[in-house]
């Protein structure tokens, strides 16, 4: 069973940034992709950002290509979501996420039912 812990929420102005991270505890070399979702009250879960291991593929939903960027250090296993330019818009309970399927598009990729492990989540509020 694998274990996802978020870090880096909070609260920021519009227009600021915020650092999200998730270590998987333990790693394992069965993950093949890991993501942020995202959700609001009464809303299903979205996908924001994916990446493979090792890297080599890399997907966005359309509302934060430009603005965000995922990454993983392979080193120490970390997955990470730089969030630049946020919006009222960006606020919400932001889920990791760890999918052992492969390969996936881009569609199934930011797909919540792709993905077998999740995190608690982590709140990021975005004031206007």
């Known amino acids: 069973q694998v274990q996802l812990v978020e870090s880096g929420g909070g609260s920021v102005q519009a227009g600021g940034s915020l650092r999200l991270s998730c270590a998987p505890s333990p790693y394992t070399a069965n993950t093949k992709y890991m993501a942020w979702f995202r959700q609001v009250p009464g809303k299903a879960r979205e996908g924001v950002a994916a990446i493979s291991t090792p890297g080599e593929s890399i997907y966005y939903a359309d509302s934060v290509k430009g603005r965000f960027t995922i990454s993983r250090d392979n080193g120490i296993k970390t997955l990470n979501l730089q969030m630049n330019g946020v919006t009222p818009e960006d606020t919400g309970m932001y889920y990791c996420?760890?999918?052992?399927?492969?390969?996936?598009?881009?569609?199934?990729?930011?797909?919540?039912?792709?993905?077998?492990?999740w995190g608690q989540g982590i709140q990021v509020t975005v004031s206007s």
């Open positions: 996420a760890a999918s052992e399927t492969r390969p996936m598009t881009a569609i199934q990729a930011l797909f919540r039912l792709n993905y077998k492990f």
